[in-house]
């Protein structure tokens, strides 16, 4: 099975920071990872999928990087509407979720 | 709109069995596969369970893999989750979500979900 490890497991950072979540693959996935918001008490919302592609009407802000193991996930300038957890998801060969990043403003 | 409503969730006892419901609207239930995903308090998002489209294909995570069950009605529009031989562990949200057919995302990328429905299993 591929495991996931996701990095922070939390983070604060002030409106306006740039910031960054990596998710590490315990094998190759290719480009098979996405990227999802969960505010709480609320569903998962899609934002990236395919490593890099931003999915229709989320901002610009929103980013992700990578192939193979190693993937980025980032957010240019923080937004206090972007206080979530995030989580990135393989789809290489089963689903499998990385532990997420509960991100707060500092 | 595109939606999905979950139902079923309820406080159960250790050992019982439970089945939860999903039903979709706002788009073609019957070409999409379907999934459940859970969510035990304050914990993380684990995949339960695929369906495709056409029912023939079932595929389940380690952990639930022999006590639930995946099935659909696609008469209906609805997904069903049957879990059986219940235990604390399974305390969690359940939700169901879909890939839908917008764009070129892939089968992978669950871009529907519903609420979620809580399952709390306690003596």
């Known amino acids: 099975d591929i495991q996931m490890t996701q990095s922070p497991s939390s983070l604060s950072a002030s409106v306006g920071d740039r910031v960054t979540i990596t998710c590490q693959a315990s094998?190759?996935?290719?480009?098979?990872l996405n990227w999802y918001q969960q505010q709480p008490g609320k569903a998962p919302r899609l934002l990236i999928y395919d490593a890099s592609t931003l999915e229709t009407g989320v901002p610009s802000r929103f980013s992700g990087s990578g192939s193979g193991t190693h993937f980025t996930f980032t957010i240019s300038s923080l937004q206090r509407e972007d206080i979530a957890t995030y989580y990135c998801?393989?789809?290489?060969?089963?689903?499998?979720f990385g532990q997420g990043t509960r991100l707060e403003i500092k | 709109q595109v939606q999905l409503v979950e139902s079923g969730g309820k406080v159960v006892q250790p050992g019982r069995s439970l089945r939860l419901s999903c039903a979709a609207s706002?788009?073609?239930?019957?070409?999409?596969?379907m999934h459940w995903v859970r969510q035990a308090p304050g914990k993380g998002l684990e995949w339960l369970a695929f369906?495709?489209?056409?029912?023939?294909?079932?595929y389940y995570a380690d952990s639930v893999k022999g006590r639930f069950t995946i099935s659909r009605d696609n008469s209906k529009n609805t997904l069903y989750l049957q879990m059986n031989s219940l235990t604390a562990e399974d305390t969690a949200v359940y939700f169901c979500?879909?890939?839908?057919?917008?764009?070129?995302?892939?089968?992978?990328?669950?871009?529907?979900w519903g609420q979620g429905t809580m399952v709390t299993v306690s003596s």
């Open positions: 998801q393989s789809y290489a060969n089963d689903i499998t």
């Open positions: 369906i495709s489209y056409d029912a023939n294909k079932k």
């Open positions: 094998q190759d996935i290719s480009n098979f």
């Open positions: 979500a879909s890939p839908s057919s917008v764009g070129n995302k892939p089968s992978g990328a669950f871009d529907i």
């Open positions: 706002g788009f073609t239930f019957s070409d999409l596969a």
